[in-house]
């Protein structure tokens, strides 16, 4: 049951993920385009056959993934408004905290009982009330 909240919880971060890996694949496409030289040949006329041109092909994939980042992007900024809602919904504003550090700012368990002066044994039994609740909430 508390892996239906955990898996509605996680969408956000799992959106962001793909928009830091698409933003990898970016940087690195354009970093090899920026290597690539062209040589032209005198002595051979142009044809209409079909040219390979590889920076025409990374700047197509380039605008390709920004507009699927962008479509993530978007995707998160939806998301993540739905899931502040249902956290707002929790009662307890220490459970409140606990989700939106571990589910919206996606810090380790380590960090989320350092910022929540807790030991981590007790963050873990505060994210599982949390979670509880949260199935309540998502089920009413």
Same mark, same amino acid.
């Given at each position: 049951?508390?892996?239906?909240?955990?898996?509605?919880?996680?969408?956000?971060?799992?959106?962001?993920?793909?928009?830091?890996?698409?933003?990898?694949?970016?940087?690195?496409?354009?970093?090899?385009? %920026?290597?690539?030289?062209?040589? !032209?040949?005198?002595?051979?006329?142009?044809?209409?056959?079909?040219?390979? =041109?590889?920076?025409?092909?990374?700047?197509?994939?380039?605008?390709?993934? %920004?507009?699927?980042?962008?479509?993530?992007?978007?995707?998160?900024?939806?998301?993540?408004?739905?899931?502040?809602?249902?956290?707002?919904?929790?009662? =307890? %504003?220490?459970?409140?905290?606990?989700?939106?550090?571990?589910?919206? =700012?996606?810090?380790?368990?380590?960090?989320?009982?350092?910022?929540?002066?807790?030991?981590?044994?007790?963050?873990?039994? !505060?994210?599982? =009330?949390?979670? %509880?609740?949260?199935?309540?909430?998502?089920?009413?």
């Amino acid at each position: 049951m508390q892996n239906q909240a955990k898996t509605y919880l996680s969408r956000y971060q799992n959106l962001m993920a793909q928009c830091r890996s698409l933003q990898l694949s970016i940087i690195s496409i354009r970093e090899n385009a %920026e290597n690539i030289t062209v040589r !032209l040949d005198p002595n051979k006329v142009q044809s209409s056959a079909k040219i390979h =041109d590889p920076i025409a092909e990374s700047a197509a994939a380039i605008a390709d993934m %920004e507009r699927m980042q962008s479509a993530y992007f978007k995707e998160a900024k939806t998301v993540l408004e739905e899931i502040m809602r249902l956290i707002k919904r929790v009662p =307890d %504003e220490r459970l409140q905290n606990l989700l939106i550090l571990r589910y919206v =700012d996606g810090l380790t368990w380590e960090v989320v009982a350092a910022q929540m002066n807790y030991e981590v044994r007790q963050v873990h039994r !505060l994210h599982g =009330d949390a979670l %509880e609740q949260v199935n309540r909430i998502m089920m009413s």
